[in-house]
């Protein structure tokens, strides 16, 4: 399939602005280093991808600004960024598939930065999945989700959901389900966004988000 899009959310790793949950044990700098670190990792897996597959990568960001993303993260042929823009985060994605379908992509799959163990095998299997399904889903342990692909807007996915709590993913499901969509499920995998999540992380990167060699302004 032609015309196929991956967009990144992710936010620029000032500390004190993202992460929040985790500064009480990592410090402001050490909730920066991990956004950097995982923020990173997903781009380097996207790219791998975008080599494997006809593929636009897009970092859709808040905070900072377009030239400190350009910066961080570089600029290449089929890698464009774009600010989330205003809005919880349904609202958000929303608009991130309308701007892509608007641009006549066939296939669009968000992800997060959150998820370490999301891999390009199982991006691959959303793309490939989107030729039989009308939604592939990544469930996460914690009730969201880290990954959502559709091959048409469909608004009402990202309408009357409580984002960031543990409902997200069955709530989202149901709506699926109400409106006679097929789905299909890829590995159940856990997000990093709580302390208790931090144990799921390699020590040798915990253990480096307390350095300042990751993060610098």
């Not at 004190?16 to 050490?30: C, D, E, N, S, Y």
Request: hydrophobic fraction near 40%; aromatic fraction near 8%; charged fraction near 25%.
């Amino acid at each position: 399939m032609k015309n196929q899009q991956l967009i990144i959310f992710t936010r620029y790793p000032e500390p004190g602005t993202t992460k929040t949950r985790l500064i009480p044990v990592l410090g402001a700098k050490g909730a920066a280093n991990l956004q950097f670190h995982m923020t990173e990792t997903t781009v380097i897996k996207a790219k791998k991808l975008s080599n494997m597959m006809a593929l636009l990568v897009e970092v859709r960001f808040a905070g900072g600004n377009l030239q400190l993303m350009k910066n961080w993260l570089g600029v290449e042929l089929n890698l464009k960024y774009q600010k989330q823009g205003t809005g919880d985060l349904g609202e958000r994605m929303a608009r991130a598939f309308e701007s892509a379908f608007y641009q006549e992509m066939e296939s669009v799959v968000i992800i997060g930065t959150d998820c370490p163990s999301l891999t390009v095998d199982i991006m691959l299997e959303a793309f490939a999945k989107l030729t039989e399904y009308d939604v592939i889903i990544g469930p996460a342990t914690d009730g969201g989700y880290y990954l959502i692909g559709l091959k048409k807007i469909i608004p009402e996915l990202f309408q009357g959901i409580n984002w960031g709590t543990s409902e997200v993913l069955s709530k989202t499901m149901a709506i699926a389900q109400n409106l006679n969509l097929d789905i299909h499920y890829l590995p159940k995998l856990s997000d990093i966004d709580r302390p208790e999540d931090l144990e799921k992380l390699q020590f040798e990167i915990h253990q480096d988000l307390r350095k300042d060699t990751i993060y610098s302004t």
